[in-house]
């Protein structure tokens, strides 16, 4: 679907898209994600929100760590995440600020589904983009499939997941 959803459909017959909500993680599955918001963004005159959650989810590891330095671990987890976050703001504000009406990222801290979630309810969203992988044989069995539920699990807001 993608890119080519949006220029293939009349204008008349497209609902407007006010205000997109991109759901990003750094990884090369959500370029494909990025590319048809701002494709979207430009032909509606859309605003783009950002939402990057930070995962704490290496931090469990942290009474697993016995050797010392245990402190300087988490402060290095941090410090890449932190870091990571930075550059994935940096880019997007670079690509959408000079080709969209209005662009604001959000970081949040948590877990990913609960936290997209929770700004899909607390915004006044038209559509969330979010980037995935494909998945087939077992993966589709075994993956955790978040773009699959945020779309099982949506308010009410349409979720368009661009599979790479």
């Keep these: 679907m993608g890119a080519c959803f949006v220029q293939k459909l009349a204008p008349s017959i497209v609902p407007m898209f006010k205000s997109l909500l991109l759901a990003t993680d ?11 918001c701002l494709q979207m963004a430009k032909r509606f005159h859309s605003s783009v929100t950002a939402i990057h959650v930070i995962d704490p989810y290496l931090k469990q590891f942290y009474n697993e760590i016995y050797a010392q330095g245990r402190r300087e671990y988490l402060l290095h987890v941090d410090e890449c995440l932190e870091t990571e976050a930075a550059k994935i703001e940096k880019d997007l504000k670079n690509l959408f600020e000079c080709e969209v009406s209005a662009f604001s990222f959000i970081k949040v801290y948590g877990e990913p589904e ?7 309810e607390k915004g006044s969203y038209d559509m969330l983009i979010t980037g995935g992988k494909v998945l087939s ?3 589709k069995i075994t993956s955790w499939n978040l773009p699959s539920r945020l779309e099982a699990r949506s ?3 349409p979720v368009l997941i661009c599979r790479m």
């Design 26 to 36: 750094g990884q090369d599955h959500t370029s494909r994600a990025i590319q048809a």
């Design 114 to 120: 609960g936290e997209i979630l929770k700004e899909m």
């Design 137 to 139: 044989g077992i993966k």
């Design 155 to 157: 308010p009410g807001v």
